[in-house]
């Protein structure tokens, strides 16, 4: 569920969509934003229940949400969630040691992390869209009608990287790359 908050809090925060498509809700102690644009939310529960499913097995190893401008299709951003699964829990199902609030305050760090983006990033002044790319394993079955993807990299681009948290099999490393300014060299 984290990544669906993630998700949610990307694009109110970077107004992919008009903020009214979004209603506050409280997780992780916090207040986030989510859609309630119905065609947004199926697409979105559909992406996420195949995610779930992949991370559950071991297979994801990062997903990307790729802002892209609509008028010049070029990548504005893109944020990583790298995913290191530590395959000896996941295949004999241990445990490891690591307190519920501990999990919770990592995660909160990250959501505040994509909330305060909005003062370093650079604005979003043209109509944007967005795109999901999970990476998983090349003979990973695929639901019928999604479709490979190139990367979709910024040619010259600068990276921020947020804070990680662990569970107890997961890793997950997050970052923002997006579009330098033409002036920066």
């Avoid at 809090?9 to 209603?23: C, V």
């Avoid at 004999?92 to 909005?118: C, D, G, L, Y």
């Avoid at 107890?168 to 790359?177: G, L, N, P, Y």
């Amino acid at each position: 569920e984290f990544f669906g908050y993630s998700i949610n809090s990307i694009l109110y925060q970077r107004g992919i969509y008009d903020p009214e498509l979004f209603n506050p809700v409280q997780k992780y102690k916090l207040r986030m934003m989510v859609t309630k644009d119905k065609g947004l939310r199926e697409y979105l529960d559909r992406v996420l229940e195949q995610l779930t499913d992949w991370l559950e097995k071991g297979m994801v190893k990062k997903l990307v949400v790729v802002i892209t401008s609509v008028e010049k299709e070029e990548t504005l951003e893109r944020w990583q969630f790298d995913v290191d699964t530590n395959q000896e829990c996941l295949k004999e199902n241990k445990k490891v040691n690591k307190p519920e609030k501990e999990i919770m305050k990592e995660i909160q760090a990250i959501i505040r992390q994509i909330t305060s983006s909005v003062t370093f990033l650079p604005l979003l002044d043209e109509p944007c869209s967005f795109d999901l790319l999970i990476y998983t394993p090349n003979d990973c079955q695929v639901p019928e009608k999604w479709e490979e993807s190139d990367p979709k990299y910024i040619s010259k681009s600068n990276e921020v990287r947020l804070r990680s948290f662990t569970t107890k099999v997961h890793k997950v490393e997050t970052s923002v790359a997006y579009k330098a300014d033409d002036d920066e060299d």
